[in-house]
């Protein structure tokens, strides 16, 4: 089992940034793909970025070129680099995680219980 535990969500104003980052334990060695997704309020959960260990990432449209996505495989931490936030970015944020079978593409088997990103002036 994996358990993981995500941090550095909260308020900031329209155009700032925040930095979330997610800690993996348990059996995290097994874990070869990582990622954030987000659901907002009446919304369905999406992806905002995911990565392999080997530094593959794929990232939403809506995101490129503001957020990053890095992977600490020493310290199996994950992190998120949200630059120029926008209102439309306020969700509760998911780490998500899985083993040599996951997908950059979809979710795979362990999840965070999630941090509150809220943008708003």
């Known amino acids: 089992q994996v358990q993981l535990v995500e941090s550095g969500g909260g308020l900031v104003q329209p155009g700032g940034s925040l930095r979330l980052s997610c800690a993996a334990s348990?059996?995290?060695?097994?874990?070869?793909?990582m990622g954030w997704y987000r659901q907002a309020p009446g919304m369905q959960r999406e992806l905002v970025a995911t990565?392999?260990?080997?530094?593959?990432?794929n990232y939403a449209e809506s995101v490129k070129g503001r957020f990053s996505i890095s992977i600490d495989n020493a310290r199996n931490t994950l992190y998120l680099q949200m630059n120029s936030l926008k209102p439309d970015d306020t969700a509760v944020y998911y780490c998500?995680?899985?083993?040599?079978?996951?997908?950059?593409?979809?979710?795979?088997?362990?999840w965070g219980r999630g941090t509150q990103v809220t943008v708003s002036s």
């Open positions: 990565i392999s260990r080997g530094g593959s990432t």
């Open positions: 348990g059996s995290a060695s097994s874990i070869y793909i």
């Open positions: 998500n995680a899985g083993d040599l079978s996951s997908s950059l593409y979809r979710p795979n088997r362990y």
